[in-house]
Structures are given as structure tokens and as C-alpha cells.
């Protein structure tokens, strides 16, 4: 069974970082494209995040560009999201996501992914 796992969120400050892990499990982890969304309350899950199988395409929303960086070690199965200079509009849930069909590009679009972890929630007190 295919699963998705996130770690490292957390309260932090304005200003801090964090890192975000998601460890993959059961699936060809190396061939799929991976997310990271972001949801609060009554919004719409919103993409943050992407990365190609190969790590050679990379992706992000406007409004994380130049404090966020997606990574990823096929050889752990790992997706990372570093989070740097965070912002009070950065607390949600994170959830990182799975595309499983074979391309060299990246999604944006939610529904194009075929798996997701549980979450973890991101605080960012001011």
C-alpha cells in the first residue's frame, strides 16, 4: 500500500524556518512527481510546491518564490519543502502529494495528483 508521510511542522516565529519532510513508502516513489499544498479553513487546498521525478523541473507559487525550496532524495524516498522567512499567511495545513503519471514536467493542479499524506500543520505566530 502506498503511503505518504509528513514530518517537521511546527509553531514558529515571523521570520523562522522550517523543514518539511514527506517520506514515500510502497510505490516507485522515483518515477512520480511530487507536491506540496497548503489548506486552511474554509479555503481551497492551494498548490505551493512541485518538483519533476528527476529534480530538474521545479515549481512554486508566487507567494512563496524566494523563501521556499522544494527538493528530494530518491534514494529516500524523501520529498522535502525548506521554508525560509515565514510569514503569518503561511500557517496551514501542509500536504505533500503524489503524481504518479509518467512525465518530465510538473503539475499544479490538485486533482492531478493521485496520492496524499495526512498533512501536518504549519503555524506562524506574529
Known amino acids: 500500500q502506498v503511503q505518504l508521510v509528513e514530518s517537521g511542522g511546527g509553531l514558529v516565529q515571523l521570520g523562522g524556518s522550517l523543514t518539511l519532510s514527506c517520506a514515500a513508502s510502497g510505490g516507485a516513489f522515483t518515477t512520480w512527481a511530487m507536491g506540496w499544498f497548503r489548506q486552511v479553513p474554509g479555503k481551497e487546498r492551494e498548490f505551493v510546491a512541485a518538483i519533476s521525478w528527476n529534480s530538474r523541473i521545479t515549481g512554486y507559487v508566487d507567494s512563496v518564490k524566494g523563501r521556499f525550496t522544494i527538493s528530494r532524495d530518491n534514494s529516500k524516498n524523501t520529498v522535502y519543502l525548506r521554508m525560509n522567512s515565514l510569514k503569518p499567511e503561511d500557517t496551514a495545513i501542509y500536504y505533500c502529494?503524489?503524481?504518479?503519471?509518467?512525465?518530465?514536467?510538473?503539475?499544479?493542479?490538485?486533482?492531478?495528483?493521485?496520492?496524499w499524506g495526512q498533512g501536518t500543520q504549519v503555524t506562524v505566530s506574529s
Open positions: 502529494a503524489a503524481d504518479k503519471g509518467w512525465r518530465m514536467d510538473i503539475r499544479r493542479e490538485k486533482d492531478e495528483y493521485d496520492i
